[in-house]
């Protein structure tokens, strides 16, 4: 019980690889703030799933695209739960395409999100983190197409390429603070974002796997918590998680 007496707030947290991250920091001890955007059902779900593993957990629905509910959303954890120690900036989209068919209203929400959103959070985490003066974890999933890029999704590969940049920039701002930054590269793992690929790019994907299969969103959560859990000493880093996609 490594994270015991740490508030842990994961985004997207209801879904997919955002609910192993939870369940992997509330099997570890850490209290859960769980955000989610729009399916309820599946937030409970995540939550009662926590309360099953004996640890507690809240639940905030905000969209991370608008600083002023990621501001509403830090102030009610730390009202809650008194703290904050750990921030998992997880939620993302995609909305694929290739550029010349690819809308301005799917750019906008790939990169409002997942990069944006990224930035919202930590900017409202930031200020309670420091004023605690106890260190602290920020975490955020960006992706391989980040770092390799990848055809039909200029948006999202350029929004994961902005977070790891994002994130290493951070962790040079507010190292000496005792805060670490860094950033998880997932390659293909199984959750709803990938359910609705297309049969042929699946089995095209898995052939340029060096392990042969998807991953799991346990698979990312095991490294969310190496990097939540210790690691004090790796900040700035970006840690693929692909089964040797991006080799
Ligand atoms: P997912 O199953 O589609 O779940 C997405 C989660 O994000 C849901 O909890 C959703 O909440 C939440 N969300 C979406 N937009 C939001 C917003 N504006 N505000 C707050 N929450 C929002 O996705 P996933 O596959 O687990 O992916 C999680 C992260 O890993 C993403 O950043 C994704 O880009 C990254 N990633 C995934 C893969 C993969 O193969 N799956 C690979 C590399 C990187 P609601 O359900 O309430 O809308």
């Given at each position: 019980m490594n994270l015991a007496g740490k508030v842990a707030l994961v985004t997207g947290?209801?879904?997919g690889i955002g609910k192993a991250i939870v369940l992997a920091l509330a099997g570890d001890g850490a209290k859960v703030v769980i955000n989610y955007q729009q399916n309820e059902a599946a937030a409970e779900q995540a939550l009662a799933e926590v309360k099953g593993l004996g640890a507690e957990g809240m639940l905030y629905r905000a969209d991370i695209t608008v600083l002023q509910e990621c501001e509403g959303m830090i102030k009610a954890a730390i009202d809650h739960f008194g703290r904050i120690d750990i921030l998992v900036n997880n939620a993302g989209v995609r909305r694929d395409n290739l550029l010349a068919l690819l809308k301005e209203e799917d750019w906008d929400v790939v990169v409002d999100t997942n990069m944006k959103g990224v930035f919202n959070c930590c900017k409202a985490v930031l200020r309670p983190l420091l004023k605690q003066k106890s260190g602290g974890r920020i975490i955020n999933i960006a992706s391989v197409a980040g770092l390799t890029g990848n055809s039909g999704q200029a948006n999202y590969a350029a929004a994961k390429a902005g977070v790891i940049a994002f994130s290493k920039s951070l962790a040079k701002e507010i190292g000496k603070r005792g805060i670490t930054v860094n950033a998880l590269a997932p390659g293909f793992i199984e959750t709803d974002m990938t359910d609705d690929l297309p049969e042929s790019l699946k089995a095209e994907a898995k052939n340029r796997i060096a392990l042969g299969t998807f991953g799991t969103p346990d698979d990312v959560a095991e490294a969310v918590l190496f990097l939540a859990a210790g690691?004090?000493?790796?900040?700035g880093t970006v840690i693929s998680i692909d089964g040797g996609l991006s080799l």
């Amino acid at each position: 019980m490594n994270l015991a007496g740490k508030v842990a707030l994961v985004t997207g947290g209801s879904r997919g690889i955002g609910k192993a991250i939870v369940l992997a920091l509330a099997g570890d001890g850490a209290k859960v703030v769980i955000n989610y955007q729009q399916n309820e059902a599946a937030a409970e779900q995540a939550l009662a799933e926590v309360k099953g593993l004996g640890a507690e957990g809240m639940l905030y629905r905000a969209d991370i695209t608008v600083l002023q509910e990621c501001e509403g959303m830090i102030k009610a954890a730390i009202d809650h739960f008194g703290r904050i120690d750990i921030l998992v900036n997880n939620a993302g989209v995609r909305r694929d395409n290739l550029l010349a068919l690819l809308k301005e209203e799917d750019w906008d929400v790939v990169v409002d999100t997942n990069m944006k959103g990224v930035f919202n959070c930590c900017k409202a985490v930031l200020r309670p983190l420091l004023k605690q003066k106890s260190g602290g974890r920020i975490i955020n999933i960006a992706s391989v197409a980040g770092l390799t890029g990848n055809s039909g999704q200029a948006n999202y590969a350029a929004a994961k390429a902005g977070v790891i940049a994002f994130s290493k920039s951070l962790a040079k701002e507010i190292g000496k603070r005792g805060i670490t930054v860094n950033a998880l590269a997932p390659g293909f793992i199984e959750t709803d974002m990938t359910d609705d690929l297309p049969e042929s790019l699946k089995a095209e994907a898995k052939n340029r796997i060096a392990l042969g299969t998807f991953g799991t969103p346990d698979d990312v959560a095991e490294a969310v918590l190496f990097l939540a859990a210790g690691a004090n000493y790796i900040t700035g880093t970006v840690i693929s998680i692909d089964g040797g996609l991006s080799l």
